[in-house]
């Protein structure tokens, strides 16, 4: 049950590298933004998969913060699928998602606790090229009001 890569896996590995990064977040309306920076590494799994690992510092603090991201692509589900660990979380973030139309954008839908401490909410992780060596990453959360809430934009630069 050997698998080829297929188109959807060569968009992949773009991420392929040594990156910086730079983010900010906001975790709540009358919050201040919280800048965090660090690097990641991202490595290519037999070409079907990339696994990116992360870690840095965030202000204020001397904790290091690791964190582990898988993505490939499915071609049974005409989906692109991976996994999000970090090590301050129990949970397991699943990523099912898609590519839009310009080939620069893939959105990946997962779902997670809620900032409220009670249910789930959906979720984005939203990675976009904006060219070969600059990406980002924007996490967003769907409101009770049935809108997207940005609360996270990092910016990865290529080393």
Excluded at 39 to 51: D, N
Excluded at 78 to 88: I, K, L, P
Excluded at 89 to 101: H, K, R
Excluded at 138 to 153: C, E, H, I, K, P
Aim: net charge negative; charged share 20%.
């Amino acid at each position: 049950m050997q698998s080829n890569p297929q188109p959807e896996h060569q968009w992949l590995q773009k991420l392929v590298g040594r990156w910086t990064m730079e983010a900010e977040c906001v975790m709540g309306p009358d919050q201040e933004p919280m800048k965090n920076s660090g690097t990641e590494v991202v490595r290519s799994l037999g070409g079907l998969w990339t696994i990116g690992e992360g870690e840095g510092t965030p202000p204020g603090s001397d904790q290091l913060v690791q964190s582990i991201m898988t993505l490939g692509y499915d071609p049974m589900q005409q989906r692109y699928v991976g996994s999000f660990v970090a090590f301050c979380m129990a949970q397991i973030w699943i990523y099912n998602g898609s590519l839009d139309a310009t080939g620069k954008i893939v959105t990946l839908d997962t779902e997670g606790p809620a900032f409220s401490g009670q249910g789930l909410a959906k979720y984005q992780d939203i990675i976009e090229f904006l060219s070969d060596d600059h990406r980002t990453l924007t996490s967003r959360v769907l409101g009770d009001d049935g809108q997207w809430v940005r609360f996270m934009t990092a910016h990865y630069r290529r080393v």
